[in-house]
């Protein structure tokens, strides 16, 4: 089936640790995304890739990196210099088309600060 | 800047009857689409609807159909025939013309339909 995987589903940080997210998808889609989720905030923009070897910042990019070195992959690195990382993270992809193109989420990760 | 706000952080409903949550929106863009989504307790977010600012009629997909008042900016998203199964948190998204096609999402109606 194709779709959008995240690992781990849970993932805990001690302070000062990196940590990386992954995101994989067999949908063939050109575009990625990481979104934030924090509680009443709704999803927030992190990074996005339309092509590989190519990624641009989003609205809060800040303690964050990002590669694209294949088309089904998309890893989030959440650095040390994030200070508030505890969040609800959800990957997206979607085809390059017109402006109803649909885009598919993948089940999220956890990260919590320990 | 776009913007999409949603000012019911909580709904209820009782099974079987409809509810509508709202959505408003900003944009100068005159090209633009707008979608809601569903986030169940588990966290993935699943596509419902999609509404196009030239669209001439309001999309409906099954019990889910859009209230699209472009003069008001508002595509509110109304639920008929309410079942418990549709208790999640639902977002309303927009996309712009000439962006990377990010959305840009509302903070959420959490809502909670009762037997």
């Known amino acids: 089936d194709g779709g959008i995987t995240q690992s781990p589903k849970y993932l805990f940080r001690k302070e000062g640790q990196n940590v990386t997210l992954s995101c994989e998808q067999n949908?063939?889609?050109?575009?990625m995304y990481w979104y934030r989720q924090d509680p009443g905030q709704g999803l927030r923009l992190i990074y996005y890739?339309?092509?590989?070897?190519?990624?641009q910042k989003g609205d809060i990019a800040e303690g964050y990196s990002v590669s694209r070195e294949k088309k089904e992959s998309f890893p989030l690195t959440v650095t040390s210099a994030q200070k508030n990382p505890t969040a609800f993270y959800l990957c997206a992809s979607h085809r390059m088309g017109g402006m109803n193109t649909e885009a598919f989420f993948g089940q999220g990760t956890r990260l919590t600060v320990v | 800047a776009q913007k999409i706000t949603q000012t019911q952080p909580g709904m209820f409903v009782q099974e079987k009857e409809a509810v509508t949550l709202d959505c408003t929106y900003d944009t100068s863009d005159p090209s633009y689409g707008l979608f809601w989504y569903k986030q169940p307790s588990s966290g993935e977010m699943i596509f419902l609807i999609y509404?196009?600012?030239?669209?001439?009629q309001n999309a409906t997909e099954g019990r889910y159909s859009l209230n699209f008042q472009k003069a008001r900016k508002s595509a509110n998203l109304v639920i008929s025939a309410s079942q418990l199964g549709d208790s999640a948190m639902y977002f309303c998204a927009m996309r712009i013309s000439g962006s990377a096609r990010q959305l840009t999402f509302g903070s959420g109606t959490q809502l909670t339909v009762l037997p």
């Open positions: 890739s339309q092509i590989v070897n190519d990624f």
């Open positions: 949908l063939n889609h050109d575009a």
């Open positions: 509404q196009g600012s030239y669209d001439q």
